[in-house]
């Protein structure tokens, strides 16, 4: 039986939600609000995660970004608004799908069984650790090595390294790294973002100023071959 977790402040659509699924045979936990939901990720063994995008505590993106640094599991977001913008945003921090409220539920149910069915494909399967030059990234465990030497990141710096090595080639700009990276609710500027980069080629470049990682694309943004 596939256990599903449910992380939405609406109590009776939550309810709701959570006996059509039981009818479709699915174990359904719940959590309401970003920070309980986040815990139940890690102390859970789920296999798909429903997750509303405006919660208390914490937001659905910041939780959908905080899931992808320690988990493949598939997750769903949900919204009451129809901004493509929402899609965009939640799509490129690792959601596998998105649905705008109200939605049918038998069309949430097909796209769960979609998705678990891809999520039990090895070939679709995501990897835990990537290998960029010198340098090993084990995603699981946050790390990352350079010539078998742990180097230690910040949170961000971890996270723009992952990224950007996942997406070799892929040219991020300024503004789209302040989105996925902080959020779309941040206050401050692009500078953060220079500032983050310029401290994590210090950490993994053996010549900051000759990069052999992480790329400059002037006009542009920052890429990794």
Avoid at 187 to 196: K, R
């Amino acid at each position: 039986m596939e256990k599903l977790l449910i992380i939405d402040d609406e109590e009776m659509f939550v309810k709701g939600l959570k006996l059509s699924l039981e009818e479709e045979g699915f174990e359904v936990d719940t959590a309401y609000d970003g920070e309980e939901g986040l815990d139940k990720v890690r102390l859970g063994n789920y296999d798909l995660v429903i997750l509303d995008i405006m919660l208390p505590k914490l937001d659905g993106f910041s939780v959908c970004r905080e899931i992808r640094t320690f988990s493949n599991i598939p997750i769903i977001m949900l919204t009451a608004r129809g901004d493509d913008i929402d899609k965009i945003v939640g799509i490129e921090i690792g959601a596998d799908d998105y649905l705008a409220k109200p939605f049918n539920t038998r069309e949430l149910i097909a796209r769960i069984r979609a998705l678990l069915r891809r999520a039990t494909n090895p070939y679709t399967k995501r990897k835990d650790e990537i290998r960029r030059g010198e340098l090993y990234i084990n995603i699981p465990e946050r790390a990352v090595y350079k010539r078998g030497k742990r180097i230690e990141l910040t949170n961000k710096e971890f996270e723009i390294l992952v990224l950007l090595a996942s997406n070799p080639g892929k040219v991020y700009t300024k503004d789209k790294l302040l989105d996925l990276i902080w959020g779309f609710d941040f206050y401050g500027d692009t500078n953060t973002v220079t500032v983050h980069v310029r401290k994590l080629r210090e950490k993994i470049e053996d010549d900051p100023a000759n990069p052999q990682y992480i790329f400059t694309k002037w006009g542009a943004g920052y890429y990794m071959k």
